[in-house]
């Protein structure tokens, strides 16, 4: 303990010596750095790379609620589980968003998050909800991991998309599948999840045998995946991509029509219905969270209807919300599965690592 | 690279300097007495720099992850040991480490002896063209890199060859980016050597072959010694490259740290891995040292400016053509394509989109990165500089002792630590006034100077070691302070490293991405975050801003590298 007493002295004697010079260059980025007193009227939250939001309706928000919003985005979004748990006696924010119903478990079962029940939480369809005795969580959003088709070549090959999990091993779509590493990307453990939701605890190795004798490949990541493997994406088609099929999400066809310049008529690809895992992402009030007052207003204001309207086209999500809007170019080139595979977040604890080693040892090795 | 670069450079003044310290033993006690006093004064602050924001970030992790309930659990290292899937990574990463040196060594020595014996147009800026891959981010490189040896590249049209899933691509990738560290080293030593011992040798009758074995090559053995030990260790902890190009099947240390930290969050076992690594890189750096201290001895060496020839006879011309053919291949053709992808929008529609702040991933313009890269480059360059050059002062003195010295080699160990060590290290150590500098910007550029250090302590030490201590003593015969010395005598010596210590560290810490990563605020992204999360997103305009602000990354990287060809190239003597 003393030798850190020590280090920490040190530490401020050079502080002493060095901030002086560094003020001088880093003034513009300072401003909020003094806020973690209490009553403070800023409320932190910390998220995923992934977190968007329209910077008008976070004004309101600011503006209705009187806190100003300071977003912490750490890594990715099992990075940001995984930090958030090592720093949960002395957390960095106040309330955290982006937990998947795939790392719930670790979430919970580590006391990341204190009970609250925020104002809306009627209103979010039931089959969202989870944790409902203690309301530790608010589901937020949601969106199905699904294989993705290029559909020019598939009309050029005169070849019906495959549309189930069972097409996918089938000798017509032979070393056409790209996917993702499912022990380090989250996607590709969607994947798998799917798989197993489909085929049951016992049958899903047997599919993927088939799935690796049909010539599946294997990557660590979406980016990679979706940018240089699929050939139906924009950066695919100026890699010269070759895999027609890609495990990525069912919204991500709007996404290649609303960042395309000139937009397309229609969207260049399209969703394998059959093969979607059904994904919901919550926030929850930090334990030991500094201003959990402000944490409170801030997840009554990620459900109100303003929230969840905003949310798509920033975040390539659904909304969780009754009644909240879904963009047009997500009705149209990408709507939500009707009948996803889903699984139980306490199945998927007792099961996720296991199954993933067995996966890596089948697949990989 | 200038880090070895420079310091296999034997200078003109080590005979010199022995009698000096034969003379200052006989000398006044007191006076040395105090003179270390002031040295260790110096060093304070370095240490207790790198103690805060090195060791003690991840001693914390390291504790986190093998202590439970306050007991150490040694037991968990034969564990991870004993695992066949560990064991297979650790295989790996030591034999493809050693096959890319083998390989950086083969490609990059003909192309040392180019840089140095051969005068051609335009040498400066290839020179400067060589190493910007050494400072690009590894998420650029790795986009780039598919495009070379994956498919629809090069490879892949002229003869249908495919490497992209075979260990091939990693190793030519590590070649990419460690060429110029050979080429700096062995070439800013052989550009110094006196081209007549070798002509006089074979005056003597010696066989061409039996004279460059017999007189250049010992002469360069230690500088290529020490080129071949930095190569390994930056392959041993190869992280981004093994991870982009080696897909889910290759795995080195450092990216099976990453994973058991970040994603399968098993501390116990990222914590073992962890100090494997520290045993294997301080074995490196403890051989480095050696090595360096072997070739402390006095060689005849030239202005480098009268060695370089025209080429001359159809065997230098075609090495010539050899090189610059390997050079455009290897590290020019990569890049080369992300520019042109970056173009492949009308009206540079990539490059005006990247002003436009409405796609609500940063809460900013992708644009105004630029800016803060530069504003936190400025700040790490300033951190870095005060903290090497105070180092570097401090280790000036060779006869300081073991300790001291022992500090020397201890400076290069953030670079061979995982980032993800020291930012999950960060997270939990910092978390405590007055250390709360977890949501601080200056976290960012303290991680980037981190890696500065080293090239700082690299460049400035051998020439303040060059620096006659008899200067210094009449100086201070005469009355001057400490402070006085140094400003008066040393300053204006190493007035032009400081400055190439400085491009260097500004260079590294632009591209720096594996820490900046983790800390990096969403409304002050740097290039390289900004980067990765442009490629993190679906849609063709994401990909395109990707590509464009990678275009702008090595553009900044060619102008500051370019500078300090400048500042290099019209120097006169040994540095």
Known sequence: MSTTKKLAAMAVGLGLVTLPVLSACGSSSDSDSADSGAGSKTVTLVSHDSWAVSKSVLADFEKQSGYKVRVLKSGDAGQAVNKAILTKDNPQGDVFFGVDNTLLSRALDNGLFQSYEPKGSDLVMPEYRADEDKHRVTPIDTGDICVNYDKAYFSKHKLTPPSSFDDLVKPAYKNLLVTENAATSSPGLGFLLGTAAQYGDDGWPDYWKKLKANGVKVVDGWEQAYNEEFSGSAGGKKAGADRPLVVSYASSPPAEVIFADPKPSTAPTGVATGTCFRQVEYAGLLSNAKNAEGGKALLDFMLTKTFQDDMPMNMFVYPVREAAQVPEEFVKYGPQAKDPETMDPAKIADNRDQWVKSWTSLVLK | ?575
């Open chain 2, 1 to 575: 690279m200038d880090l070895a670069r420079t310091e296999v450079t034997p200078r003109k003044g080590a005979g010199k300097r022995k009698d000096a310290g034969k003379r200052k033993n006989g000398g006044e006690r007191k006076g040395a007495a105090k003179s270390v006093a002031a040295r260790l004064g110096l060093l304070a602050v370095p240490v207790a720099f790198f103690a805060v924001f090195f060791a003690y970030p991840v001693a914390a992790i390291v504790a986190r992850g093998l202590k439970a309930d306050g007991v150490w659990q040694l037991g968990r290292i034969t564990d991870v040991l004993g695992d066949a899937g560990i064991r297979h990574v650790l295989w790996f990463t030591t034999w493809q480490a050693l096959a890319s040196t083998a390989l950086t060594l083969l490609i990059a020595l003909p192309g040392a002896y180019v840089f140095a014996r051969l005068d051609f147009p335009g040498k400066h800026v290839l020179r400067a063209v060589v190493t910007v891959p050494f400072v690009l981010p590894t998420v650029v490189v790795g986009t780039a890199f598919l495009a070379l040896v994956g498919r629809g590249g090069l490879l892949d049209e002229l003869w249908g060859l495919r490497l992209d899933t075979t260990v091939w691509a990693i190793l030519l990738a590590h070649v990419f980016f460690n060429y110029a560290v050979v080429v700096r080293t062995v070439g800013g030593l052989w550009s110094q050597l006196d081209p007549r011992q070798e002509e006089a040798a074979r005056m003597l009758g010696a066989s061409r072959i039996a004279a460059w074995r017999k007189v250049t090559l010992p002469a360069l053995g230690p500088a290529v010694a020490a080129a071949a030990l930095m190569v390994f260790l930056f392959t041993f902890t190869s992280f981004g490259v093994v991870q982009i190009l080696g897909g889910p099947t290759f795995s080195t240390l450092e990216v099976e740290i990453y994973r058991q930290t970040s994603e399968i969050f098993d501390l116990s076992t990222a914590a073992v891995l962890t100090l494997i690594q520290f045993a294997a890189v301080g074995a490196v750096l403890a051989v480095h040292a050696w090595t360096v201290r072997r070739r402390e001895t006095a060689l005849r060496l030239v202005d480098a400016s009268t060695t370089a020839r025209r080429p001359r006879g159809a065997g230098q011309w075609a090495l010539l053509a050899g090189v610059l053919v390997s050079v455009a291949l290897l590290l020019v053709l990569p890049p080369a394509v992300l520019v042109q992808r970056s173009f492949d929008a009308p009206d540079f529609g990539y490059y005006r989109a990247l002003t436009s702040d409405d796609s609500g991933i940063f809460l900013v313009a992708p644009i105004e990165a630029i800016g803060n890269s530069l504003e936190y480059a400025v700040v790490a360059t300033v951190i870095a500089v005060v903290i090497g050059g105070l180092a570097a002062a401090a280790l000036t003195r060779r006869d300081a002792g073991r300790l001291v010295r022992g500090f020397d080699a201890l400076l290069m160990l953030p670079l061979g630590v995982s980032a993800v060590t020291v930012g999950f290290g960060f997270l939990i150590a910092l978390d405590e006034p007055p250390l709360d500098l977890r949501s601080s910007w200056i976290l960012v550029p303290l991680a980037q100077a981190l890696v500065g250090v080293p090239f700082v302590v690299r460049t400035m030490l051998p020439v303040l070691r060059a620096v006659d201590e008899r200067l210094r003593e009449a100086a201070a015969v005469l009355g001057a302070s400490p402070w006085r010395v140094w400003r008066e005598v040393d300053l204006p010596m190493v007035r032009r490293a400081l400055l190439i210590a400085a491009g260097f560290a500004f260079a590294v810490s632009l591209g720096e991405f594996g820490a900046t990563v983790f800390i990096a605020r969403p409304d002050h992204p740097t290039l390289p975050v900004a980067v990765a999360r442009l490629l993190g997103r679906a849609g063709e305009l994401n990909y395109g801003q990707a590509m464009a602000l990678s275009t702008i990354l090595m553009v900044v990287c060619a102008v500051a590298l370019l500078v300090l060809e400048r500042l290099r190239g019209d120097r006169t003597g040994e540095f």
